[in-house]
């Protein structure tokens, strides 16, 4: 009866502790949405290109290439503009887009939203997200591929109030 009673005993403590370390996937959810920015890469001392990432509510997702004067936060132009979908189910986030947008190089200067040119691109992405510094930090990390192919194995953002 003893033994009976440890038995029990310890199975409660491991099912609460097990429920504690599970991740609610509504907080996943709530904390993706919004914006999110990698770090950017230099165009002139001044002027940088981030990779931002939208999360709407509504599961809608926009992705932008998105050049910046970082002296005034003002936006130059833009380089890339994906449209589609995501779904979270807990870690596992799946990105679908099914509207990609690239900018004219034959074009000098700076290239704005609404005259970025519509290609017949699409992709479809899964990756393994994290949280990490009270949900300001974001990492996608990709699954392995093909020795012959160039892959990432892991995307840092940043969640950001800029407008972009």
Do not use: P, R
């Given at each position: 009866m003893q033994r009976l009673s440890v038995l029990l005993c310890s199975l409660?403590?491991?099912?609460?502790?097990?429920s504690c370390q599970e991740t609610n996937p509504d907080q996943n959810t709530m904390a993706l949405n919004g914006t999110w920015v990698d770090v950017a890469s230099t165009e002139t001392a001044t002027v940088n290109t981030y990779l931002s990432y939208h999360f709407k509510a509504n599961n809608q997702l926009e992705i932008l290439r998105v050049i910046i004067n970082d002296n005034n936060n003002e936006v130059l132009g833009f380089k890339y503009r994906g449209l589609g979908t995501?779904?979270?189910?807990?870690?596992?986030?799946?990105?679908?887009?099914?509207e990609v947008y690239?900018?004219?190089?034959?074009?000098?200067g700076y290239t704005a939203l609404e005259n970025l040119v519509l290609t017949d691109g699409t992709f479809e992405e899964v990756v393994t997200i994290s949280f990490s510094e009270n949900n300001k930090i974001l990492t996608f990390e990709y699954p392995p591929c093909q020795a012959t192919h160039n892959c990432q194995g892991e995307l840092t953002l940043y969640k950001s109030e800029l407008p972009f």
């Open positions: 409660s403590i491991f099912i609460a502790i097990s995501y779904s979270l189910y807990e870690e596992t986030l799946t990105l679908s887009v099914n690239l900018n004219n190089d034959t074009v000098h």
